[in-house]
């Protein structure tokens, strides 16, 4: 139960930042994360830790735990390995690719377009996000896909921060191009 708790947390924590209702920056109480979620200040400190692992939350000894406010460097370096990664993944994704997969990330792109069109950022950022972690899921690596799922939250935190408006289009643009 316990696991599953701090999971949960985690993955509510990892939403709110993803989704930018948490800024960097935001100092994250214990006290009052654990009254939120009804749950013990441990398991929030678990939560916490798991996401500090994955360099969304920073912890700062006597002072607590912030969301993470990356570096323009970490950024650049960040979105280096991301681009490694995706460029490798869709080659190996064209190999292996079927009517049926191609039909799912056309439908995947629509709603791209849908969500950029209305300005709609928590679902822009979530489906610009989530496209390579479909492709990888169809391709059956599961690795990859939890992989890119870390690497695409850290990429939210870093976009928030960093990119331009029109860059979403841009990013739609290019998955559009790759189908």
């Known amino acids: 139960m316990d696991n599953s708790t701090t999971s949960l947390i985690a993955a509510r924590l990892t939403r709110a930042i993803v989704e930018?209702?948490?800024?960097p920056g935001t100092?994250?109480?214990?006290?009052?994360?654990?009254?939120?979620?009804?749950?013990?200040?441990?398991?929030?400190?678990?939560?916490l830790f798991q996401l500090s692992?994955?360099?969304?939350?920073?912890?700062?000894?006597?002072?607590?735990?912030?969301?993470?406010?990356?570096?323009?460097?970490?950024?650049?370096?960040?979105?280096?390995v991301r681009r490694m990664?995706?460029?490798?993944?869709?080659?190996?994704?064209m190999r292996q690719v079927t009517p049926a997969k191609l039909r799912a990330l056309r439908?995947?792109?629509?709603?791209?377009k849908q969500a950029v069109a209305q300005g709609d950022a928590p679902e822009r950022t979530e489906l610009l996000g989530d496209f390579h972690v479909r492709m990888a899921e169809m391709m059956g690596n599961q690795v990859l896909a939890q992989m890119l799922?870390?690497?695409?939250?850290?990429?939210?935190?870093?976009?928030?921060?960093?990119?331009?408006?029109?860059?979403?289009?841009?990013?739609?643009?290019?998955?559009?191009?790759?189908?």
């Not at 930018?20 to 800024?23: E, K, S, T």
């Not at 939350?57 to 323009?72: I, K, N, Q, W």
């Not at 990664?85 to 994704?93: G, I, N, Q, T």
């Not at 695409?152 to 860059?167: G, K, P, V």
């Open 20 to 23: 930018h209702r948490l800024q």
């Open 27 to 47: 100092k994250l109480a214990e006290q009052k994360l654990a009254d939120h979620f009804g749950v013990s200040r441990t398991l929030v400190r678990q939560a």
């Open 53 to 80: 692992q994955n360099r969304l939350v920073r912890l700062e000894p006597a002072r607590g735990a912030f969301v993470a406010a990356p570096s323009a460097d970490e950024a650049r370096q960040v979105f280096a």
């Open 85 to 93: 990664l995706e460029a490798e993944m869709v080659r190996a994704f």
């Open 107 to 112: 439908e995947h792109v629509a709603r791209e």
């Open 149 to 179: 799922g870390d690497l695409i939250s850290r990429c939210s935190l870093i976009t928030l921060m960093y990119q331009s408006a029109s860059a979403a289009a841009h990013s739609h643009e290019e998955h559009a191009q790759i189908v």
